[in-house]
């Protein structure tokens, strides 16, 4: 989607609940400095979802914020989960509001890279001659697999015990989609797709193998695929992570797996996200942008969140939605100073560095910008 250089940008910034508003506030800090710097023109609708919604409206989000989505260049959103909605059910949890954007846009593919800074290469759980460098893409479906199947729920059996039913369910056209999105980016980076399912037993795995290894057979002969059980995945990514370039894979792998990628690069706080649709006739395509964590509410309120991988996401939007690659690059390239200056947040403090909050970390990266620029 490319957007005209004078028409103001429409974002839609959903900060959700817990950390969330605090580290979207830092990147408010920087879309302004964009509009003061830069010469960018935001028009910005800030709504309410998760925690958030259901405290002003009773539910996780409203119709009427899925339309301001569709309505919008990209969302930009934070994260939901507040637990003190849990007595509100599973239906109205805040949850409901992320996997309800992603169905209702249709957003399909998740891109979640594990890229590890040169400066953090001591706060990796991992050695650091085994992360230095590493440059990692899961690709994950976002709309199908077990957390959309059916049938689902719990039922009460009739000696009143319970039994709490998911379904894996995946079409031939679901993965065939997901897959073109892998082997495309694959062809912009090191070529190399590897497939993560568990064929050996589920037959929604097996169908996935099948489907991925034509799709690539027909169109994407010259990348490099491979296959791997995503048991044996996740000890590969923690044996020999340099391994991997792009990983395409299911709705829950691909969130546990990130998960686990995201320690290779020091923390959950340092993973942005894009969820991408499909494009329409008109050449745009629904994208919502997000950190790969959660609301982390054991940290929620205390000015202490690592703001980086909300930061991030924003620069994937400028990247993938507006087409700002300049723009892309010197926040990623602001936050690597940032990082080498020695400021860390508490979830990638290490020794001799100067531990900083939400705040400080943001407004030291809008300083970097600034010399940047300069
Ligand atoms: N897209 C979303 O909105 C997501 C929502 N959730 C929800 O969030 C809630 C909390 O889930 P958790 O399992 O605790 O996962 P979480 O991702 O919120 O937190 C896991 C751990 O990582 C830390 N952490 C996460 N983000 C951080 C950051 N930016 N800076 C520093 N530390 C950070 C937290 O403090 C916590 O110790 C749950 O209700 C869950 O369903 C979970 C993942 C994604
Ligand atoms: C609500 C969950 C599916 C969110 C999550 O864990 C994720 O998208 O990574
Ligand atoms: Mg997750």
């Given at each position: 989607m490319m957007t005209e250089q004078n028409t103001a940008i429409k974002l839609l910034v959903l900060p959700g609940d817990g950390i969330g508003p605090e580290i979207m506030r830092e990147v408010r800090h920087v879309i302004s400095w964009l509009e003061s710097r830069r010469g960018l023109s935001f028009d910005i609708t800030e709504d309410v979802v998760g925690g958030a919604s259901l405290a002003e409206y009773g539910e996780p989000i409203r119709d009427e914020v899925i339309e301001k989505a569709w309505a919008a260049d990209a969302v930009l959103f934070g994260s939901v989960g507040d637990p003190k909605w849990a007595h509100v059910g599973f239906e109205k949890r805040p949850e409901v509001a992320i996997l309800k954007l992603r169905q209702e846009l249709g957003l399909f593919a998740n891109l979640r890279p594990a890229k590890v800074f040169d400066a953090l290469v001591d706060a990796s759980t991992l050695k650091p001659d085994v992360v230095r460098g590493l440059d990692i893409m899961i690709v994950r479906e976002t709309v199908g697999g077990i957390y959309f199947g059916n049938p689902r729920g719990i039922e009460t059996l009739p000696d009143g015990s319970k039994r709490g039913v998911n379904t894996e369910v995946y079409t031939t056209s679901e993965i065939e989609r997901v897959a073109r999105v892998a082997f495309d980016l694959a062809r912009k980076r090191s070529n190399r797709v590897c497939s993560v399912e568990k064929c050996n037993v589920m037959e929604s795995g097996l169908l996935w193998k099948e489907v991925v290894t034509d799709v690539h057979a027909k169109e994407f002969p010259d990348v490099e695929l491979s296959h791997m059980l995503a048991d044996n995945c996740a000890m590969q990514m923690v044996r020999?992570?340099?391994?991997?370039?792009v990983i395409v894979t299911g709705n829950l792998f691909g969130d546990l797996l990130s998960d686990l990628a995201s320690m290779l690069t020091g923390s959950l706080g340092m993973l942005p996200s894009a969820t991408l649709g499909a494009v329409r006739e008109n050449g745009k395509f629904p994208a919502l942008y997000e950190p790969i964590h959660g609301s982390a509410p054991d940290i929620a309120g205390q000015g202490i969140a690592n703001p980086i991988a909300q930061i991030l996401s924003f620069a994937m939007l400028l990247r993938y939605s507006l087409n700002k690659q300049e723009e892309a690059n010197m926040i990623e390239q602001a936050v690597s100073n940032v990082l080498e200056s020695g400021l860390r947040t508490a979830d990638i403090m290490s020794e001799g560095m100067a531990r900083v909050g939400t705040s400080v970390m943001g407004e030291a990266i809008v300083r970097e910008l600034d010399k940047l620029q300069k």
């Open positions: 020999n992570p340099r391994q991997f370039d």
